[in-house]
């Protein structure tokens, strides 16, 4: 089935620093989902791109599809320590509609 | 409050016994799916439900097995349980099952076995 590879599977920085974390297919997607799981909570869904060359933003965190629709970004600006938590990216692949990469563990340090 | 409820929150049980994991999606949303998060692991994809029938499969071991009821709860049960098997279970619910919409997380079953 389809999977998708997440990069840095971990990252520290200083508060106020900014951090981007990337999704790799090497197959087209359909869509991509964004989610954040924050220490000891559960999945939440952040955003869903579904366009080629699609960017949104939310606030502090811009999302981004790539042009082949094969990768995607989430960028923070100016990271704040509320920030702290596991990002993960979705997608629908040939055998789940909702296979999840491992994810990149944010930490802030203040 | 996503509107998934999934009991226990907890549950802690010997080698070799079978247990069950309840969830019960957010009203109107037909999709149910079930994830393995064990430590340093992603969410891994067990099953998934559409109203009442299953749609997907992961690499589901052959000891697990769920499904679905009509009033689209649905129940992932594990049996002969060996220590590998803690791990934080999820189930997450959305209307669509095509991966196209927002899939909302339960607070999840974590599931210890001695």
């Known amino acids: 089935g389809q999977q998708v590879m997440q990069i840095p599977q971990y990252q520290h920085v200083q508060e106020g620093e900014d951090f981007t974390t990337y999704c790799n297919s090497s197959?087209?997607?359909?869509?991509i989902q964004w989610y954040k799981q924050r220490p000891g909570g559960h999945p939440v869904f952040l955003i869903q791109?579904?366009?080629?060359?699609e960017v949104k933003k939310q606030k502090r965190l811009t999302f981004q599809f790539g042009e082949a629709k094969k990768n995607s970004s989430l960028h923070i600006t100016a990271t704040q320590t509320t920030d702290v938590g596991t990002y993960f990216c979705?997608?629908?692949?040939?055998?789940?509609?909702?296979?999840f990469g491992k994810g990149t563990m944010l930490l802030v340090s203040p | 409050d996503s509107g998934v409820t999934q009991t226990p929150k907890h549950l802690i049980t010997a080698t070799g016994q079978r247990v069950t994991l309840r969830c019960s999606p957010r009203s109107g949303d037909l999709s149910v799916y079930w994830y393995q998060q064990s430590l340093d692991q992603g969410l891994q994809f067990l099953i998934q439900?559409?109203?009442?029938?299953?749609?997907a499969k992961g690499n589901i071991l052959e000891r697990f097995s769920a499904q679905q009821f009509p009033d689209l709860h649905s129940e992932l049960n594990l049996s002969s349980l060996e220590l590998g098997d803690s791990a934080l279970y999820f189930c997450a619910s959305s209307v669509g099952g095509q991966g196209n919409t927002e899939a909302f997380f339960g607070q999840g079953t974590r599931l210890t076995v001695v």
């Open positions: 439900y559409y109203n009442g029938e299953e749609r």
């Open positions: 979705a997608c629908n692949s040939g055998y789940s509609t909702l296979t």
């Open positions: 791109l579904v366009k080629s060359g």
């Open positions: 197959t087209t997607l359909s869509n």
